[in-house]
């Protein structure tokens, strides 16, 4: 293409051409998803494992070990992505922004339930199961809705589903127990990244 | 009849535009691949835009690379949309 005059005819044909180019689909590959996804799994079973064998809670504090691991590891492989693609859309910002707050969010519910134990002395911190069931199937929903990919839309409602029988058994009083509830926030972890994140790079690989 | 936008009606410098008004932004690379131009015709071009305010060019680094990143202004949008219903007449459309 060159610096060069053109007819109107011409004018509409390199709009039209180039927003025909833009609109390309670009589908980020699936590693920041499956990051996320391994990790989680991984902390579930280590915490499972020791809770198992030593019987100390305290070992739930290696949660905290997923918003510093992967928030740095998510903060590298974005900067990957922008810069192979080389282009920011909406679409980017939008899902960016809403994987920002809701990644954000747990630090202000762990602040939340450590205030509440400080003050009236009880045990909130069953809100932290429920937390990432609830708010991260969400915005995966919406990233699904966002760039019209099922699998997120369907991963996102597996962990939603398991979410809301996570609140319903705190609001009822039963006991999440490590024994059944690890599995199922291991499988929610593996429905709502793990299988997406594959799919996702098989589809990145083909296009 | 009102005259055409001698600054947009320009073959590269119309593809840029067109390009920036449907991303948020773009990086040089990316502009390059996408209208098939050299890097020094691309530089020139986006120099005259900047230049009357229609992008705003950033010059910055990602990791350890530099990146020339390049937006679409308020004023290149109300430009812009300004050439199209000027085309629009000249094409009777």
Known sequence: MEDRKLTEKESLEVITSMIARTKERYLDDGNILLMWGYLAVFIAILVWVLLAITRQSAWNFLWFMMPLVGGVATRAMSRKQLRERGVRTFTDRATSELWAIAGSSPIWVAVVCLILQCLTGNDCWGAMLAYPLIVVPFAEIAQGILIKEDSLIMGGLTGLLIGILTICCIAGGIVLHANWFQPLFILAFVAMMIVPGHILNRKAKRE | ?93
């Open chain 2, 1 to 93: 009849m009102k005259e055409l936008n001698p600054l947009l009606h320009s073959q590269l410098r119309l593809a840029i535009m067109s390009i920036l008004m449907n991303v948020e932004e773009a990086d040089f690379v990316y502009l390059k691949e996408k209208t098939e131009s050299t890097a020094g015709n691309l530089s020139v071009q986006l120099d005259k835009l900047s230049s009357a305010g229609y992008i705003s060019v950033e010059k910055g680094m990602l990791g350890k690379r530099p990146r020339t990143t390049c937006s679409i202004t308020s004023e290149g949008q109300r430009a812009f949309e300004e050439y199209v219903e000027v085309l629009k007449t000249y094409l009777n459309l």
